[in-house]
């Protein structure tokens, strides 16, 4: 059993910054693929950033692609997102994800692949 929490979200104006944290107990995080997803008001959740168990890659969708970063750090047993540039439209519950020994692009991206979810954490973003 994976747990998974969340946090660093609030309100931020558009063309700021957040940094989200996601915290793992229970189990090394060095087998599982980390993923971000994101779900607004009326709206699936959708893909935001991952990387594999490897930690060689990164993915990210399209939308955030170029102002967002994620990265791990498997010593902390923990994985971040940096959001840049934030606009109105990001605004969403992240929801930080462990996917075990997902390694692939299309794995990272599907949502049905992941184990263990968090709680998400709320980031709002005004005009």
């Known amino acids: 059993q994976v747990q998974l929490v969340e946090s660093g979200g609030g309100l931020v104006q558009a063309g700021g910054s957040l940094r989200l944290s996601c915290a793992a107990s229970?189990?090394?995080?060095?087998?599982?693929?980390m993923g971000w997803f994101r779900q607004a008001p009326g709206k699936e959740r959708e893909f935001v950033a991952a990387?594999?168990?490897?930690?060689?890659?990164?993915y990210y969708a399209d939308s955030v692609k170029g102002r967002f970063t994620i990265s791990r750090d498997n010593a902390k047993n923990t994985v971040y997102l940096q959001m840049n540039s934030l606009k109105p439209e990001d605004t969403a519950v992240y929801y930080c994800?462990?996917?075990?020994?997902?390694?692939?692009?299309?794995?990272?991206?599907?949502?049905?692949?992941?184990?263990?979810w968090g709680q998400g954490t709320q980031v709002t973003v005004s005009s």
């Open positions: 229970g189990r090394a995080l060095g087998s599982y693929a």
């Open positions: 990387v594999p168990w490897s930690g060689f890659s990164t």
């Open positions: 994800a462990a996917g075990y020994r997902i390694a692939t692009m299309t794995r990272s991206r599907d949502r049905r692949e992941y184990d263990y």
